[in-house]
């Protein structure tokens, strides 16, 4: 990606790269954590008989939920890769 954005490959420590792998870890943890209260929620949402739009919403608001995990994810990647250029 960097490349792609006309920046040059930065040499990341070891303490970077554990503490990437962590966070990635941790976010796949935290999707996993949410699909599986989603699964549950649209379930229930099913066998309570609510209609389409409202099993629609749910799966929005996982959507969002994924999505916003996924954006701060990758502002701490960003943050802990900016450390190698002395930002």
Excluded at 15 to 24: F, S
Excluded at 45 to 52: L, V
């Amino acid at each position: 990606r960097m490349a792609q954005r006309g920046e040059g490959m930065v040499r990341l420590s070891d303490d970077q790269k554990k503490r990437l792998a962590a966070l990635a870890a941790k976010t796949q943890a935290k999707i996993a954590e949410i699909e599986i209260l989603h699964a549950k929620t649209l379930a229930a949402a099913q066998a309570a008989g609510e209609d389409a739009e409202a099993i629609a919403k749910h799966q929005d608001e996982t959507k969002r939920a994924i999505q916003k995990l996924k954006d701060a994810a990758e502002a701490e990647r960003e943050k802990i890769r900016a450390e190698s250029k002395g930002v």
